[in-house]
């Protein structure tokens, strides 16, 4: 397979919706709506921005899908009290 740079997308994937990172830090359906980045570090910075939680970070093959690869952001866990041994 052959995939030259600029056939790579990345995208940031809510996981239980499945929609797409916009620039304005919303979810859509739409593909062709969502946040392209230039590279994963920018990915987790905007995720850390908008407090994304529970998300994937999509590298997607424009030329082939079958070779999407899919990165899981961990669900941040909160709790309410804090226990000291």
Do not use: Y
């Not at 093959?61 to 309410?80: G, I, Y």
């Amino acid at each position: 397979m052959n995939v030259e740079r600029h056939s790579l997308k990345r995208l940031v994937v809510e996981t239980q919706t499945g929609h797409f990172l916009t620039p304005l830090g919303e979810w859509t359906s739409n593909e062709s709506d969502a946040m392209a980045f230039d590279d994963i570090c920018s990915a987790l910075r905007e995720c850390a921005t908008h407090h994304v939680e529970d998300a994937t970070i999509l590298l997607r093959f424009e030329s082939d899908k079958r070779f999407d690869v899919r990165f899981p952001l961990p669900a941040e866990k909160r709790t309410s009290t804090t226990s000291v041994t």
